[in-house]
């Protein structure tokens, strides 16, 4: 079994795959999103509901498009990468 990467740089996945982001920014990206993605348009909707503030629906999709790219990102992010087991480094 090999046991290192058998180069003596890196390569193309080693880069692409690796976030490099703290574990604290990837934490904090699962409650950005779940805010972002849920909580908040729920409460533009209300407003919006409520008051037939155009605005307040312009807002809640813009809400929820930014947490549904933050949910994108952490799913990579927290993600064990195949390649990483070959390359032995941690995504």
Not at 54 to 63: E, K, Q, T, V
């Amino acid at each position: 079994m090999q046991k290192s990467m058998g180069m003596t740089g890196g390569s193309f996945k080693t880069r692409e795959f690796v976030h490099g982001a703290s574990a604290r920014a990837v934490r904090m990206a699962r409650v950005g999103f779940q805010v972002l993605g849920f909580g908040l348009p729920l409460l533009l909707l209300a407003w919006a509901l409520l008051s037939g503030s155009a605005l307040a629906w312009l807002l809640a999709l813009a809400s929820q498009a930014a947490g549904l790219l933050a949910e994108r990102w952490f799913f990579f992010a927290q993600a064990r990468h195949p390649q990483n087991i070959y390359y032995q480094a941690v995504s």
